[in-house]
């Protein structure tokens, strides 16, 4: 009885790294896009009276993916650190829903592009996965996913798209606001929706 086990645990033993391998940044931002695209290409998932469960279904792909206190975090900046705990929770809420908002949009827009990944950098539990957008007339997007490692994954904390850092534009409309009015009144407008996506006029 021990011979077995003891081959058993061999193998486990072999396989183990195999398994607790983390994927490399390109491989796991590779993994979300294929499974946006997959719940997008979807024969039952199409059509408006399917939107709702469609929108779940992308955003919980979205949500394992993105960090989205992380994104919230960077962009208010040293703003954060002035809030309670109660507080940053409904500010990540309010910038999470910006984005849904911003962003769902554009990705049911899918129309069989093609998505190219280029060489990743990589510094130790930061990396920049760089990717080209290819559409239908040959035209080129660039997209760079910035990701940290987290519990053996990746996250994304930042998107850049044509040069714009999708952070980086939220942090320069929110400091403009709090320069000239208050928390309050940032909050208020997020909740309002009165704060642009990059590529729109703030």
Known sequence: M?????VIGLAM??????ILQAATPTESVRQTVDNITAILKDPALKGEQKKKERRQKLKEVIYRRFDFTEMAKRSLGSEWRKHSPEEQKEFVQLF????????????????????????ERVDKDFAEVPTKLVD???????????????GGD?????????????VNNYRAQFSRVLAKSSYAELVDRMRKKQISAPGKNS
């Open 2 to 6: 021990t011979k077995p086990l003891a």
């Open 154 to 166: 990746w996250k994304v904390y930042d998107v850049v798209i044509e040069d714009i850092s999708l």
């Open 136 to 150: 239908n007339k040959g035209q080129e997007f660039s997209v760079v996913y910035r990701l940290y490692s987290s």
């Open 96 to 119: 999470s829903a910006l984005l849904e908002d911003a962003y769902l949009d554009k990705i049911e827009s899918y129309n069989g592009e093609e998505v190219r990944y280029l060489k």
């Open 13 to 18: 033993a072999l396989l183990l790294p195999a």
